[in-house]
């Protein structure tokens, strides 16, 4: 229990930080030199330095399924091209007219006329059903004119067109026919990779057809092939001239998607987030010189993020997109505390004890009722600064336990948060406080101006009753408060428990803005986004290309055996079409492998394909002896192709063999790597191989599930050491071991309320929202401590605990208040971007400051009083 100090006893309030104050008020000029100067040399780090990105692949874990993967990239031959999509669509018509056939071919040819967009383009360039039929029609004409044996060459686009434009519509669609009938062998490419899952085989109408485009990487190791992705977006143009339906979905043109929308939602949001963030600073402050000292601080700390960024050589990354909102958050909070104890002791309301236990106030107030600048000054940061430097330093020494996590990403999300915590410190617990004592002198001393101005919350008014609302529940019902927060905690936690944790790529794509934002006039109105719908017409329909799209099996052992080819194709027919593995129109799991491969070859290849039907003694179209002189065969005839499915030694035995498993581009990958697994054990059940799931995205599951899990053990690491860390800090300055409980508690039931409205919300924890939810802790801790710092000075000053807990509440309840509100409102409008990570950002944000500034303000009040009244209780009165 805490008691007023009795005159000639040792003052309460520590001398460090009354000197400390002094200090920097009589030295403020310099102070602010030098902090100018400083800040400039760690800003410069920005520049120095050149910064990379890090993207997700980046992030490092030891697994089986990334051991295979880089297994396969040192032994394979892998498609390393770039692919693009083109979708021809005409819902309720055909896409497989002459005309619309035509118009593609005509497409390629308006590509292939560009020297830039040609120079991206590889060997295959487009492949599309167009060009089969174009090709057909070619042969069919040589064959007609020729005396001997046909040319077989490849003909040019040209000649294709040609073709095609010297038959008549009846014509054509007679030769599709041939083409399409499924009892017809195929040479070349198979005629159903181009046609949606919905397609009846024999038929001669689709809805819609896809054209893939193979492109080359010029760039070097580590760099984005940008004249691909610019081709994509040149190449979409083209598209749009031809057809009036369809779309063009590739990398170029998501980039572009993504980049226009984060634009688009910038320019809608922050003059909103401006004028919001300014009003909320503006009622708060209520100066206009305040508000803009406050900015002022805020650009110190973004310069020393911006410059130990560069020092340290840090590559940006996903995780780190919470760091700066963080710093900006912990800103606007340090900095109302600051000014508002400024103000309070300027005022008179904050007492001042001159050392022998007496009060003191009316003799340090100068004419008119307050104190001057200097003074104010110093008694206002004397009472502030240890709060600020408790939670600079246990909020900083929380997210640095981040450091012992294996991820890199983790670890440079640590580091870059201790030391971005540090400089808020330095720039509001040093700068600003100097900064307006020079400000506050100047405006007073020369121009006449009265700087003294009331502080939030604590006069009369409606802040001031809401304020003390608190107060009456936590002196009335404190008890029912605690049950009904920890309750709801329960329920939280218990709901977090079912909620999604899966990471899919696809929740990325921007969506198109809702009608009210459309209807905003002049440059201000945003784009139409229609990328996310093409992404699943894309998913469900087709077949996809590339790695997103792709997952792998390595299967370890002998493929020679007969029994791997029966097993790989039993289990192509165990595969559930309402899972993420895309089917053929047969109704079988889109692979390719060794058979798939055979097939193909042997279509060009009189050799390989007598070999083929002569080792399939069953009749089932699967080889079922002497698999090895069929591979060798294989390797004589292509052996690049062959490379990309089998792994041959040197001494020309099989030791592996691959599978490229065609899977949803917009699923989650974990739910992706948990079908290919399955298919895999299906595989391995069925033959004497070791079938392992891989691919990029099987290995994104596995990043994303150690991500999250290092994130979830940094959050109970960061509880700890904040909690044994507020323990020691209260015990060496009060000797009591039981408020350093009752300050984290409240951060607890925050970050659990957070976690299942989350789950009511269907957002999910991974690892994008668990870094954002690290505000919830950053944040919350912080308005604890700054909370129960006040009631312990409060308390040793005021003759009750009603009284204590007023002026806590009151006082420092106001300076929360608006910290809260304004980054609330700042934040929270990011819910309203285009750009769902900004989205989910803006929503999780804005729920977490109030979380945290609900339980600061509810839970806490209530908790202080509990304590107080059991300690009252016990025989020593602790």
């Known amino acids: 229990m805490y008691r007023r100090a009795n005159a000639g006893e040792q003052p309460v309030k520590s001398a460090l930080a009354d000197r400390y104050a002094d200090g920097l008020v009589a030295r403020s000029k310099l102070v602010v030199v030098v902090l100018l100067v400083l800040t400039a040399v760690v800003a410069a780090g920005a ?24 297994y396969i990239d040192e032994r394979y031959e892998t498609d390393d091209r770039i692919v693009a999509q083109i979708v021809v669509r005409e819902e309720g018509g055909d896409v497989l007219t002459r005309e619309s056939l035509l118009e593609g071919l005509r497409l390629q040819q308006d590509v292939r006329a560009d020297p830039a967009l040609n120079a991206t383009l590889d060997d295959d360039g487009f492949v599309a059903l167009e060009n ?32 095609l434009e010297s038959r008549s519509d009846e014509e054509v669609a007679v030769l599709l026919a041939d083409l399409l009938d499924p009892d017809a062998g195929t040479q070349g490419e198979n005629p159903y990779d181009f046609l949606p899952q919905s397609y009846e085989p024999g038929s001669t109408t689709a809805e819609s057809r896809i054209v893939f485009l193979f492109q080359i990487d010029e760039s070097g190791d580590g760099e984005e092939p940008q004249a691909a992705y610019d081709a994509h977006v040149e190449i979409e143009s083209l598209f749009e001239q031809r057809f009036d339906d369809g779309f063009v979905f590739g990398q170029g043109i998501t980039d572009a998607a993504s980049a226009s929308a984060v634009g688009d939602s910038f320019a809608i949001i922050t003059p909103v987030a ?21 900015l002022v601080g805020i650009g110190v700390v973004m310069a020393w993020l911006a410059g130990l960024i560069g020092w340290l050589g840090i590559p940006t990354s996903q995780l780190l997109i919470a760091v700066p909102f963080l710093l900006i958050g912990l800103s606007i909070d340090y900095s109302l505390h600051v000014v508002m104890r400024y103000r309070e002791a300027r005022a008179g309301t ?27 000054m110093a008694l206002g940061l004397g009472g502030v600064v240890l709060a600020l430097a408790a939670a600079t330093f246990s909020t900083g020494i929380g997210f640095l336990s981040n450091v012992v996590s294996p991820l890199p990403a983790i670890q440079d999300f640590a580091i870059l948060s201790a030391g971005g915590i540090l400089a808020t410190f330095i720039a509001f617990g040093i700068f600003v406080p100097a900064l307006k004592v020079e400000v506050d002198s100047l405006l007073e001393n020369r121009f006449g101006r009265n700087r003294a101005k009331p502080p939030f919350g604590v006069t009369p008014g409606p802040v001031n009753r809401a304020l003390s609302s608190g107060v009456s529940l936590a002196r009335r019902v404190p008890v029912a408060v605690i049950l009904v927060a920890f309750l709801l905690a329960a329920g939280g936690a218990y709901s977090a428990t079912g909620i999604d944790t899966e990471f899919n790529e696809a929740d990325f794509l921007p969506q198109d803005a809702p009608e009210w934002a459309k209807s905003i006039p002049g440059p201000l109105s945003p784009g139409t986004y229609t990328i996310a719908d093409d992404a699943e017409y894309l998913a469900t329909n087709f077949r996809g290309q590339g790695e997103g799209a792709q997952s792998q099996v390595l299967l370890y052992g002998d493929p020679t055996d007969p029994d791997v080819l029966r097993g790989i194709e039993d289990a192509r027919g165990t595969v559930d079409g309402d899972g993420t593995i895309t089917l053929r129109s047969d109704g079988t799991a889109a692979v390719d492998g060794p058979l798939e491969t055979l097939r193909r070859v042997a279509a060009e290849n009189e050799t390989v394909a007598t070999a083929l039907d002569e080792r399939d003694t069953t009749g089932d179209d699967v080889p079922d002896e002497d698999l090895a002189g069929l591979y060798d065969l294989l390797y004589e005839a292509d052996p690049s192709v062959a490379a990309s499915v089998l792994e041959r030694s040197n001494d020309g035995s099989y030791e592996s063999a691959r599978l490229v498993v065609s899977v949803r581009g917009d699923s989650a990958a974990q739910t992706v790597a948990d079908d290919t697994r399955a298919f895999a054990n299906e595989i391995e059940t069925r033959s004497s191989v070791t079938a392992v799931a891989t691919g990029g995205p099987v290995t994104t599951a596995v990043i994303q599930d150690a991500l999250l899990e290092t994130l979830v053990q940094a959050f109970a690491v960061t509880l700890v050491v904040i909690l044994v860390f507020l323990t020691v800090l209260y015990w060496v300055r009060h000797r009591t071991l039981t408020l350093g409980v009752v300050t984290l508690a409240p951060v607890v039931a925050a970050l659990a309320w957070l976690l299942g409205t989350m789950a009511l919300l269907d957002l999910p924890f991974n690892s994008e929202t668990a870094v954002i939810t690290s505000l919830a802790i950053g944040l919350g801790v912080d308005y604890s401590i700054h909370l129960s710092e006040r009631f312990v000075d409060e308390r040793e000053r005021r ?21 809260a509100a304004t980054t609330a409102a700042g934040f929270g409008v990011l819910a309203l971007a285009l750009a769902p990570p900004l989205q989910r950002f803006g929503l999780v944000t804005g729920l977490a400051i109030i979380f945290a500034f609900i339980a600061c303000l509810t839970v806490l009040p209530c908790l202080l009083v509990v304590r107080e009244r059991v300690l009252e209780r016990l025989p020593l009165g602790r």
């Open 47 to 70: 520049v120095v330095n050149e910064i990379e990105d890090a993207g997700i692949g980046e992030f490092e874990t030891d697994s089986e399924e990334t051991a295979a993967l880089e």
């Open 350 to 376: 904050l007492e001042e004890d001159d050392g022998d236990g007496s009060d003191d106030t009316e003799l340090h107030l100068a004419d008119g009722g307050v104190r001057g600048v200097r003074r104010g």
């Open 799 to 819: 003759d009750t605990l009603e009284e204590a807990l007023t002026a806590t509440v009151t006082g420092t309840g106001g300076a929360l208040l608006g910290s």
């Open 132 to 163: 089969v039929v174009g090709t057909a029609a070619v042969f069919e004409d040589r064959a007609v004119e020729a005396n001997g044996p046909p040319d077989r060459s490849q003909p040019t686009l040209e000649e294709q067109i040609a073709a």
């Open 274 to 294: 401006l004028v919001l963030v300014l009003f909320v600073l503006g009622v708060t402050y209520r100066d206009v010189v305040d508000v803009l000292i406050g």
